[in-house]
């Protein structure tokens, strides 16, 4: 089997020799322009070229959850598109949003202002059923997200497309019940795809249906807010503030308003990372499967979007 590796950004040495390790006798490379065919490819943001230069593959496998960047490229006809599901990442988000809603419904940041200032003081014991959390998107990372808070004794909505059934979260599903869903919910937590259907959708409106002091927490994807829609409901006092990982545009420009903004957390794009060890197992397994004949989880639907 030959498999070409594409990934932009990405040292391809470690990812080389995993993949030889797990697939002894596969014949791996690196993928250069007019290389030959290849049965299976490795990729991360590759440019057009090299889905046009490869038509035959069996299947792509992408080294990240999020197919957006990948799905705006022309794709070979009959060729697989497998993300990673899980392989790590699933902790790691769990372990943020839950960090993201402590830190602000317990105060912290207003603990950490008033120690530096040399003040001893309490602040009010808050209701945890004051704050109903919402997680938009409950596939491989949201569900997992949900179960996470709901452990913290939070009430948990959750919204998908298709219905879900998932112990102590009270399910919502479709466009007809979104704005029950944001009704309920006063901190926001985006797990969604981007797609067509999910671009932009914190916005305005949305923003103003949730419960008031809402809060956002986005670690999807950056075009999924409008940006200045959650400055202005910040600034009306409707929302209290926001923790984002992921923007429009990465590295967030110098100069954006939400660069220093105080009642706004940022982390560059680190919620849940790629782990290069647990992604190698997860693909060569999935590749040795797909060599057997048999499916393989995470393959993406193009029409869907994900
Ligand atoms: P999944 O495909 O497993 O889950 C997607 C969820 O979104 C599903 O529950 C799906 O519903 C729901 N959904 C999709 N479209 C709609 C819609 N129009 N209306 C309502 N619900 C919808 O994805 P993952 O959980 O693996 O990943 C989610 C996203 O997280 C990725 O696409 C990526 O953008 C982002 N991500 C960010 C990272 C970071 O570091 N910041 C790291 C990894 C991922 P249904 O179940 O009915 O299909
Ligand atoms: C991903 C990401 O989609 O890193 O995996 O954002």
């Given at each position: ?15 080389l ?17 007019s ?20 038509p ?18 022309r ?13 790590g ?7 943020y ?21 040399g ?93 008031p ?10 075009a ?6 959650l ?11 926001a ?16 660069w ?12 849940a990372?790629?782990?290069r ?15 057997r004949?048999e499916?393989v ?5 193009p029409?869907?979007?994900?």
């Open positions: 089997m030959k498999i070409t590796f594409c990934c932009t950004d990405t040292k391809a040495e470690p990812w020799q995993g993949l030889s390790a797990a697939l002894p006798g596969a014949d791996i490379s690196v993928w250069q322009p290389a030959p065919q290849a049965d299976y490819a490795v990729v991360w943001a590759p440019p057009q070229q090299f889905m046009d230069e490869q035959g593959l069996k299947a792509l496998f992408n080294i990240g959850a999020g197919v957006d960047a990948l799905l705006k490229l794709l070979p006809l009959n060729t697989l598109v497998v993300r990673l599901d899980d392989a990442m699933a902790v790691q988000m769990a372990e949003v839950c960090h993201a809603v402590i830190r602000h419904f317990r105060e912290f940041d207003g603990y950490e202002t008033d120690m530096a200032g003040r001893w003081g309490y602040r009010k014991p808050r209701m945890r059923t004051d704050f109903p959390i919402g997680v938009m998107g409950l596939g491989v990372l949201g569900e997992r997200v949900a179960k996470a808070l709901a452990q913290f004794d939070f009430p948990i909505n959750g919204w998908s497309r298709s219905p879900k059934a998932i112990e102590g979260v009270r399910g919502f599903a479709g466009a007809e019940q979104f704005n029950d869903f944001l009704a309920a919910s006063r901190v926001l937590v985006n797990l969604l795809p981007l797609t067509p259907d999910t671009a932009n959708v914190i916005n305005k409106d949305t923003l103003a249906r949730l419960q002091g809402a809060y956002v927490i986005n670690v999807a994807r950056g999924h807010l409008v940006d200045e829609d400055i202005a409901a910040i600034e009306n006092g409707h929302v209290a503030g923790t984002l990982d992921v923007f429009r545009t990465e590295p967030l420009p110098a100069g954006h308003a939400f220093n903004h105080p009642r706004i957390t940022i982390t560059p794009h680190t919620s990372r790629t782990l060890d647990e992604s190698i197992a997860q693909i060569a397994r999935k590749m040795a499967a797909l060599q004949g499916a989880a995470g393959v993406v639907n029409g869907r979007g994900y």
